[in-house]
């Protein structure tokens, strides 16, 4: 009896490897992990010095203001289907642009206080010159005795004076605050100016 109970044992201690190595093979084996994505891996695009496409950069910025100014406008008249197309005067808006970079950038301005208000002698070399005049007269006929301030313009050597008066004391301190290039910006009409001249419809060009 106990000569049997031996070889069962031996015979069971034999064939457990067997047994192990029967399940292991039976089992799904996990596969290598891979970083490949629709066929490239990230190592073949950093080689190549790509991005792979789901992480694609879309440049925005169109490098120059007036440009991007330009560029917004014309997206407009062609989104709009009743743009008149033989009026349009993209390069009528160019000008403006450069009379704008002008004054704002190459005029020399000297301000001098008057009585309910502040004169701005403006002038400048070459170019300059006109895009002064330019600039200020429309402001004046546009901005004119808005937020109550009223504007004269005259001519002078080399560019023109911006005198602009207040109806109220207490918006002195706000004119004198706001200086020449300050009073240019009030009202925000420059953008709808800008779409108003492109379309062959400023009353100031």
């Known amino acids: 009896m106990s000569r049997y109970i031996l070889a069962l044992t031996a015979a069971i201690v034999c064939s457990a490897p067997v047994l192990a190595e029967t399940e292991n093979q039976t089992q799904p084996q996990p596969q290598p992990q891979t970083t490949q994505h629709h066929g490239h891996s990230a190592a073949q695009h950093a080689a190549h010095g790509t991005k792979p496409s ?31 197309w033989s009026r349009v005067d993209i390069e009528a808006l160019r000008n403006h642009l450069a009379d704008m970079d002008n004054v704002t950038l190459r005029a020399d301005v000297k301000t001098l206080p008057v009585e309910d208000g502040y004169r701005f002698t403006v002038t400048g070399d070459g170019d300059v010159t006109n895009s ?51 009073v240019m910006t009030l009202g925000a009409h420059h953008q709808e100016h800008h779409l108003a001249l492109a379309s062959g419809q400023s009353p100031h060009h």
């Open 132 to 182: 002064i005049r330019r600039m200020l007269t429309a402001h004046a006929a546009t901005m004119n005795g808005t937020h109550g301030f009223r504007y004269e313009v005259a001519e002078v050597p080399g560019g023109a004076i911006l005198s602009v008066y207040v109806s109220k004391p207490s918006d002195l301190q706000k004119l004198s605050g706001l200086g020449f290039i300050g």
């Open 54 to 84: 789901s992480a694609k950069a879309v440049p925005r910025e169109p490098g120059q203001s007036a440009f991007a100014a330009i560029q917004e406008i014309v997206a407009i008249l062609e989104a709009d289907p009743e743009t008149d």
